[in-house]
């Protein structure tokens, strides 16, 4: 069984980490999160280089984001 692609229209393409990805259109944080199977705490999410608060997580990502998604790590 095949995963449908989304359509250009549909479709975000993003800049996760340095790797090149296509998402569905209106994606937010929270659902990006859970795209990349991540807990929604624990992270730190910048985009642009801009880290955006956790407040404003339920708001789109923009076509041609770069994104950077940080996990707090244990240890010292």
């Known amino acids: 069984m095949s995963v449908p692609h989304p359509t250009p229209s549909e479709a975000l393409e993003l800049t996760v980490n340095g790797d090149a990805l296509t998402l569905p259109a209106d994606l ?3 659902g990006l999160l859970a795209h990349l199977d991540l807990p929604n705490s624990g992270v730190a999410v910048a985009i642009d ?3 955006r608060p956790q407040s404003r997580w339920s708001e789109p990502i923009a076509d ?3 994104v950077d998604v940080l996990t707090a790590v244990q240890g010292g």
């Open 28 to 30: 937010d944080v929270v």
């Open 49 to 51: 280089g801009v880290v």
């Open 64 to 66: 041609g984001a770069v």
